[in-house]
């Protein structure tokens, strides 16, 4: 039996400020760079035209001119704020994204207006390279207006948070609600963290990348389960051991298993970032981040969380058990019930 | 006892594994000899997937039908009428107002006497529409009189207008003889959206054009001395409007078009034609919904490429068209077309269901506008809020991308689960390409498409897939080390692995039902693939990897090592 990691010790829980400090301190450097960028005047996000509304226009030349010499076609034409970005799988390729214009400009006819100025565009039926006198071909177009713009905005919103309160709501019918919040909270962790990565390197943000987004919900609240699910278990197997121990331990014993199985989706989502071209390089990019920090929060966040949420609940429960048995003396016993609620949290605090 | 079990559980694999294999890549009628090779098998797979159109090639078009456009037309109309009526009624009206925003809707209407305007509601009600109390709720006050739609109305001819408008494009897109559209309503109803789907479309501009042609065609009696005198028309809109004497406004029995005259046999088509203004009576006198039929022709007499269409109308049409031309001889009549005059022509003798529109139209033109009338009119214009165009060679790209991703992930899982689990490493691989066939079987059976995202799909579910394997076998090497038998440590790692491979798929497919639900074409093609996987991977994981150890265990009696 060949292995690595097994009869680990490792304390998570001690650490757990640690933890905790580094998630709330990348979170506050995503929170800042979106602040920051929105009061200086510049995008918090990088919103593609999916959600912002624009054209965006894949032109594919025989003899490619250079982004500059493209850029010039349109000012000539009128278009001055297009960005013009190269594909780096595809060298005779070219994206050009044209902003948002008024009614009934189409962005598409007017590239196509600029673009003949390097030669004639090949029949729409067919292949560029079949075409003798063409010089280019507009291979694909995006064009989206400002309402489906802001639509499709609200509506990747929407569906994240109803499949969060979907996710909270079988966790909690499983396990306890407290587990359901702590591992919603974790994914919510994860989501945050993964859009400051992309405030801060401005990634363009398109509705593949919200895709992304909702793989890595699906994601992180897998991970944490497999843990949380074990507490369930060592916590019927072994009554007396504090949950403070338990999910310790229950996260020492999944560890092979998320190391392997993380290890491996890290490996394929790498596949994906190296192989699978420009159109999936965002999304490819959203999981990457994903995949590390949604193993990283199930351990670092919502364990902690949950213990926590869990202690005091049960310190709740002994305190107000305390004033139902002793009617009587009920100032001297609540007092003594914070207490204990103190010496029961000790070991968290 | 347990030979049987493990007897019924291979049956029931094997037939799983045929059927699914049968449907990626078997062929849809009898099998030949060449659906057994290498290039029939791959015709056969490309034949049984649905690409979407990001990866196929093809255009989509989302547009919203602006019924608020509708709404107010129809409240300006009955503006109109209303005033006409009252006039006409002889209740001399002196003043009023169409109130046109979403949500308030209104005809107002003043007349000279307070005291008649019960009078002048039946009056008015006698002639056009407005009586109907379940679109207009009626109030006066003084000389005022309103009528107001209702909420209800408002948002039921609301629908009734984008229904309309889908019916009349989708017998556009059958005219243009776009090879398998589709056409729905997207989104909520409530948004007025279509959703427009064209495989193999590269090239959208002309579709676009053609399904935006509002094509409103009017025939009107235009204000003009009679024959022989040419047709009054005016230099500048402001003239035509002066020679109303109405103090610079237009009455509403009257509109101001723009006419471009043609120039009779010129030879150059760079010539300017000279553009001007005609008044002309509205309500006209017949509109488009009478058409029964419009084609393109070559004009007579003029140059190769002037085109014009001819019209013929339906009886009720032509009944009016006959009676009005009857009685007025010798005047001028205007063809209008989206509120521009394109011609002018005075009536000879009667005429009764068919006509010409000559506008100097090219072929294509004509051909285009032809089909807009023939469909009929669209009961509100159109705009274009999304329009995704990917050329099959785009698609190509991203589906070599994708497989090519796909695979070196699976590679590199194969490779990691044989070195690390040994013999039974060959159980999670057998696992994985089974749950491979079976999610492409899936998509096949539940007539799903695979599109880019969906492709990231399938890259998620090997992920998943991997880590249900991951589990039981981490499980099942636990319960060894702590020093069970290894059937009870197969059968104890199987059992507790499971509660958490559910807990952990159903958390997944949950909110890919939301995705599926609630989100746009490419987050539902990744959903569905998602779905499906996790769907098939509770068998393949699950049961097949179970039944290959079970038939592992049943080969020796007492078995001292294995191979995990």
Known sequence: MFQVLHDINIDWMGNRRWFIGVSVLLMLAGLGSAVIRQATGRQAFNLGVDFKGGTVVTARFKQRPNDDAIRAALVNKGINDAVVQPVTDRPDTVLIKVPLEGEGQDGRVRVREALNEFGKEADARTELEADQNAAYKIVGTDAVGAIAGAQLRNKAIAVTLAALVGILMYIAARFEWTYGAAAVIAVFHDVLVTLGFFSIFQIEISLNVIAALLTLVGFSVNDTIVVFDRIRENRKLHRRDSLYKITNDSINQTLSRTVITNGLVFLSVLALVLFGGDVLRAFSLALFIGVVFGTYSSIAIASPIMVWWEQRIEAANRESAVAFNQPRVVKPAARGAKQSLKNASKPLH | ?564
């Open chain 2, 1 to 564: 006892m347990k030979k049987k079990n493990l007897l019924t559980r291979v049956i029931i694999i094997a037939i799983v594994t045929i059927v699914g294999l049968y449907l990626v890549i078997g062929p849809r009628r009898r099998p030949t000899v060449q659906d057994f090779k290498w290039s029939g098998i791959k015709a056969n797979l490309k034949n049984n997937i649905h690409l979407g159109l990001d990866l196929q090639g093809g255009s989509h078009l989302v547009m919203r039908v602006k019924t608020e456009e509708f709404l107010r037309r129809l409240t300006e109309e009955n503006y109109v009428a209303a005033q006409n009526a009252a006039k006409d009624a002889g209740f001399d009206p002196k003043g009023g107002r169409a109130d046109t925003n979403p949500g308030n809707y209104r005809v107002v209407l003043q007349i000279a006497d307070p005291a008649k305007v019960a009078d002048a509601k039946a009056a008015v009600e006698k002639k056009i529409e407005l009586g109907d109390t379940s679109v207009w709720s009626y109030s006066a006050s003084g000389d005022t009189l309103t009528w107001s739609m209702t909420a209800a109305a408002e948002r039921v001819l609301a629908d009734n207008a984008t229904t309309q408008a889908l019916n009349i494009i989708e017998s556009r897109i059958n005219a243009l003889g776009i090879a398998e559209p589709t056409l729905q309503t997207h989104g909520a109803t409530t948004s007025h959206q279509l959703l427009l789907q064209m495989p193999g479309v590269q090239d959208p501009e002309r579709v676009k054009d053609i399904l935006k042609g509002e094509s409103r065609l009017e025939l009107v009696h235009v204000i003009s001395p009679p024959n022989p005198s040419p047709a009054q028309t005016y230099a500048t809109e402001q003239e035509a409007i002066a020679s109303l004497n109405s103090g610079g406004t237009i009455p509403p029995n009257r509109r101001v078009l723009p006419y471009t005259e043609r120039i009779e046999k010129s030879e150059d088509p760079n010539q300017q034609r000279s553009k001007s203004w005609v008044v002309v009576e509205t309500p006209a006198i017949i509109d488009g919904s009478e058409l029964r039929n419009a084609t393109a022709i070559p004009s007579q007499g003029g140059r190769a490429d002037d085109f014009e269409i001819n019209f013929s109308l339906k009886k009720s049409g032509a009944d009016k068209f006959g009676a009005w031309t009857g009685s007025h001889i010798n005047e001028y009549m205007g063809v209008v077309l989206n509120d521009e005059i394109k011609s002018v022509a005075f009536i000879r003798s009667q005429i009764f269901d068919s006509g010409q529109i000559s506008g100097r139209f090219t072929k294509n033109s004509a051909e285009d506008l032809a089909l807009t009338l023939r469909s009929g009119a669209l009961p509100a214009p159109i705009e274009y809020l999304e329009e995704r165009t990917v050329g099959p060679s785009l698609g190509q790209d991203s589906i070599r991308a994708g497989v090519r991703a796909s695979l070196v992930g699976l590679a590199l899982v194969v490779v990691f689960m044989l070195f690390y689990y040994r013999g039974s490493g060959i159980n999670a691989v057998v696992a994985l390409l089974l749950n491979m066939i079976l999610m492409l079987a899936g998509l096949i059976v539940f007539g799903a498409t695979l599109t880019l995202p969906g492709i990231a799909g399938i890259i998620l579910t090997i992920g998943m897939a991997v880590d249900s394997n991951v589990l039981i076998f981490e499980r099942i090497r636990e319960e060894l080390r702590s020093g069970k038998t290894i059937p009870s440590s197969v059968d104890l790692g199987f059992n507790r692995a499971f509660i958490t491979i559910i807990d952990t798929h159903v958390t997944t497919i949950i909110s890919s039902l939301f995705l599926f639900v609630f989100g746009t074409g490419a987050i539902r093609g990744f959903a569905v693939t998602l779905v499906i996987g996790l769907l098939v991977n509770l068998f393949s994981a699950v049961y097949v990897s179970r039944t290959i150890f079970i038939w592992l265990l049943s080969r020796k009696k007492s078995m001292e090592s294995l191979s995990i």
